[in-house]
T-cell receptor, first 112, second 113 residues
Framework: NAGVMQNPRHLVRRRGQEARLRCSPMKGHSHVYWYRQLPEEGLKFMVYLQKENIIDESGMPKERFSAEFPKEGPSILRIQQVVRGDSAAYFC??????????FGPGTRLTVL | GEDVEQSLFLSVREGDSSVINCTYTDSSSTYLYWYKQEPGAGLQLLTYIFSNMDMKQDQRLTVLLNKKDKHLSLRIADTQTGDSAIYFCAETLPPGGYQKVTFGIGTKLQVIP
């Protein structure tokens, strides 16, 4: 049973470009969470999704950021018009229900 | 300010015990966790404790919870070089019905051979 997969592992974008981060949850998991880890900081909750639904997006910046978890395929975290301050590690976690979250290896986004 | 606070750095000699401390602010925490993050990797759940427990032991790991003082600690016995990593304290809060996890800033543990 493969763990949580995230790709790409490293992503470099220039200011103003779009970044798309993908997360494939563990088999059988229908709950997905996205976290952001800024340099020298802990992880901050961004958004919690179930299939086709956003349950809690209280940690998402109001502009430029969006997330989806379609019926088929991975969850996507999309950042439009990236700025240098978006440089961070973005972690996805999944769970089968309301219990332990299993984390992916993260995507490290660098904005030039 | 942060809801979960930790010291930033701890250095110990191989074979000694390590104690990593954490304080949290919300007395309604349900679960408290310790995660380990090795360089370039994701987070690995080490252990957790339910808020109505005082202590939990799991091989070399001992978790102590002082709910009155909102203080959590992780003791690693016989610390090895492979234990060098960043350790995150985390909590989950009711209600919500899901595990929205709040993390501390992380304590970097350096083990000196």
């Amino acid at each position: 049973n493969a763990g949580v997969m995230q790709n790409p592992r490293h992503l470099v974008r220039r200011r103003g470009q779009e970044a798309r981060l993908r997360c494939s949850p563990m088999k059988g998991h229908s709950h997905v969470y996205w976290y952001r880890q800024l340099p020298e900081e802990g992880l901050k909750f961004m958004v919690y999704l179930q299939k086709e639904n956003i349950i809690d997006e209280s940690g998402m910046p109001k502009e430029r950021f969006s997330a989806e978890f379609p019926k088929e395929g991975p969850s996507i975290l999309r950042i439009q018009q990236v700025v240098r301050g978006d440089s961070a590690a973005y972690f996805c976690a999944s769970s089968p229900g309301e219990n332990e979250q299993f984390f992916g290896p993260g995507t490290r986004l660098t904005v030039l | 300010g942060e809801d979960v606070e930790q010291s930033l750095f701890l250095s110990v000699r191989e074979g000694d015990s390590s104690v990593i401390n954490c304080t949290y602010t919300d007395s309604s925490s349900t679960y408290l966790y310790w995660y380990k993050q090795e360089p370039g990797a994701g987070l690995q759940l080490l252990t957790y404790i339910f808020s109505n427990m005082d202590m939990k032991q799991d091989q070399r790991l001992t978790v102590l919870l002082n709910k009155k003082d909102k203080h959590l600690s992780l003791r690693i016995a016989d610390t090895q070089t492979g234990d060098s990593a960043i350790y995150f304290c985390a909590e989950t809060l009711p209600p919500g019905g899901y595990q929205k996890v709040t993390f501390g800033i992380g304590t970097k543990l350096q083990v000196i051979p």
